[in-house]
Structure formats: C-alpha cells, structure tokens
C-alpha cells in the first residue's frame, strides 16, 4: 500500500484508528444519552438528538474533545462514565502487530490524537499500547484541534519528522485534508472505524481495513 522504503515516521490516530470507535460511539451515541435522559426525563432519543445538538455545533474545535468541557455542560462526570464501557477498548484488527513491525523496522511512530488526557490515559491503561509508541501526542496540549493548521505548525516544532518522509493514518477526513494541507505526503483513511457498522466513504483517499496489509518489508 505504501513504498516503505521513503518513510521513516508513521502518525498514527487513536480513537478509530489503532483502536475501534465502537466504543466511542456506544458511548455517545447510546450511554451517555441513556444517563442524561434518565435525569432530564428525557427519552434516549430525545437526549441522543440533544447531545448531538450540542456536540455538533463544536465538531473539530478542543471543545469537542474535552471531556472536562462536557461535563461542565451536562454537569455530569463523563470520564468517570467513560470507565463504565471499558470492555469494549480494543485494538482494531492488527493494529497491534503493525506497531511492533514498525519498531522492528525502525520507523518512528507517533500517536497524534484530539483525544482528552484522561481519555488517553484511560485507553492506554485498558490496551497496554504505549509501549509500542514512541511518544503519544494530545491536541490539547498544543492548543490546537487535528484539523487546524495551527496543530500541524506546532506538532512539527517539537516533533520534527519530514513530512515528504512521513505517514498519516486517521478516519477523520477533516484531519486528512488539514494534513495535506499543511504538506504531510502521505496519507492513508481508516475504511471501518467502528467494526460495529457499515464501512464510511474515504473520499479521494486510499482506504485501509486491516493494518495486515500494512506492514512494512
Ligand atoms: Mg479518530
């Protein structure tokens, strides 16, 4: 899929990407509304259209991402609520095998993702996959969100790869596009983030299933 011989960084997204948005998504979309309906008196399809409401209205800003930000609004805990759906942390086919291949080969491997600290944190504890990485990078904490430019600016002064020699893989087009904009060379969408649903349009990029088809050498 991709000539490794001219890479020598990969970035590599989280929620969706290394690991299966199921997860996210039952919990936003069914978990999250269950508990706020039940408080607003409020039917679970009621509070699910009135989170995405709210949750929408933020799509690719910080905002969207913190955990703390939708506590405050919802005034409840949602990272403590986070915890609730813990089994359903997994790794997406492969994911984990792909990273040792790169470590094997050498290729430094970045985790860039929007993803609260907590959240991170959370994730990392239940996959055991810090280890594989050799840094983890949240938005949060360079002030910008993956889809804007600032982030891309700020990720390479203090992690400088050359972008004609490094790889993105995210299920977030918006991120891909901020990327190529910015002059990351290459670029790979996530086909089924979520392995509990139909695979998503990767619109004019190359899609990947299964990081098995991956691997490098
Ligand atoms: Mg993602």
New binding site residues.
């Given amino acids: 899929m991709v000539e490794w011989d001219a890479i020598d960084t990969v970035l590599l ?5 290394l690991l299966d ?1 199921r997860y996210d998504n039952q919990f936003w979309l069914d978990h999250l509304p269950g508990v706020f309906g039940a408080r607003e008196n409020l039917s679970i399809e009621q509070a699910r259209a009135a989170i995405l409401d709210m949750t929408s209205a933020r799509q690719g800003t910080l905002e969207f991402y913190c955990l703390d930000h939708w506590s405050k609004v919802l005034q409840l805990n949602v990272a403590e609520l986070n915890a609730e759906l813990g089994h359903l942390v997994q790794m997406r086919p492969n994911a984990e095998r792909f990273l040792r291949s790169l470590r094997t080969h050498g290729i430094r491997t970045v985790l860039v993702t929007n993803s609260h600290r907590d959240g991170i944190d959370f994730k990392m504890d239940k996959t055991g996959m810090e280890v594989h990485l050799d840094r983890v990078i949240c938005a949060h904490d360079l002030g910008f969100a993956k889809e804007q430019q600032g982030f891309w600016r700020r990720l390479h002064e203090i992690e400088p790869f050359d972008p004609d020699r490094t790889l993105l893989v ?3 087009i918006s991120v891909l596009d901020a990327a190529a904009e910015w002059g990351v060379r290459y670029l790979l969408a996530v086909t089924r ?1 979520d392995s509990g649903r139909a695979p998503v349009e990767t619109g004019s990029y190359a899609g990947l299933d299964d990081f098995a088809h991956l691997l490098p050498g």
């Fill in positions: 997204d989280m929620d969706g990407t948005l995210d299920d977030n983030p």
